[in-house]
């Protein structure tokens, strides 16, 4: 967090809070994570901060909790999902987050949503925990495929939109990015994970849309993501000067100019050699 604030950042796009639940014997206490998310808050100063929501499951296990052996735990029980089949977990963490949003703009996010039932059992319970009349932003990951197919009907319960670009090339292309052998495959620039963040501008009415996977600081990519009409870039700490200063030179019609001949590529690689009108 003081990195990012040294460098610029007009705050935190996404904070991954699984941080505070791995390597350890037993979950954390909400007043635990409350202290640490009120740290994080305290530092950006007034700054917007996005909590994530517990997200574990496929390669993050933990050690506590029971989960059953997976034969594609990437496409088992992770993130929203092994959160709802937990409530107590997913229950303090909101609570804390609540308590922290009271004196701070804390958004919450929740990952790895596919349905609209998922939005609605977090909000349900964000509610239960937060005081009254505490308004408190609340977005969802779009990681999959489906997820940004599906982005106006989404759109009516959420402040914004995430899109996990890792995840959603690694969905959207049926390559996993820990595999040697195609992970060179898995370039988010491929005109057809551009279509799917294209739907999610479309689609997404009145609410914000980020960018938060590795795409967001790959200066090929931004003025295509400005293009297609993502608002947020969310980058690693060390990212936040160039990109910044990237986003100052830009002309947006160039960008929306740029973002169209994108979408008509066949290939990331041709993506890759287009350039900026002059």
Do not use: W
């Amino acid at each position: 967090a003081e990195d990012a604030v040294r460098g610029g950042a007009d705050g935190a796009g996404l904070v991954r809070t699984e941080f505070l639940f791995l390597d350890r014997a037993d979950a954390p206490t909400a007043a635990e994570q409350e202290q640490v998310y009120r740290d994080l808050a305290n530092t950006f100063d007034g700054r917007p901060v996005v909590l994530r929501t517990l997200d574990v499951g496929g390669d993050k296990p933990l050690p506590y909790l029971a989960q059953p052996t997976e034969a594609n735990p990437f496409l088992g029980q992770r993130g929203i999902r092994l959160a709802l089949a937990h409530p107590h977990l997913l229950r303090e963490q909101l609570r804390a987050v609540a308590r922290v949003a009271a004196d701070h703009p804390i958004g919450v996010m929740f990952p790895m949503v596919t349905a609209v039932q998922e939005i609605e059992a977090g909000r349900g319970m964000l509610e239960e925990v937060a005081p009254e009349g505490l308004s408190i932003d609340v977005g969802i990951m779009v990681e999959v495929p489906a997820t940004a197919a599906k982005t106006a009907e989404l759109a009516e319960y959420v402040d914004f939109f995430s899109i996990g670009t890792n995840d959603l090339t690694q969905y959207a292309l049926a390559v996993e990015r820990g595999n040697d052998s195609v992970a060179a495959l898995a370039d988010a620039l491929d005109p057809g994970v551009l279509r799917l963040i294209d739907m999610v501008c479309r689609g997404a009415g009145g609410a914000r849309v980020a960018v938060c996977g590795e795409l967001a600081s790959d200066p090929v990519a931004v003025p295509i993501l400005l293009g297609l009409g993502v608002t947020e870039l969310s980058v690693a700490p060390a990212a936040v000067p160039l990109v910044k200063a990237a986003v100052r030179t830009l002309d947006h019609r160039a960008c929306a100019d740029l973002a169209g001949r994108a979408l008509r590529c066949a290939t990331a690689a041709a993506v890759r050699g287009l350039t900026l009108p002059d």
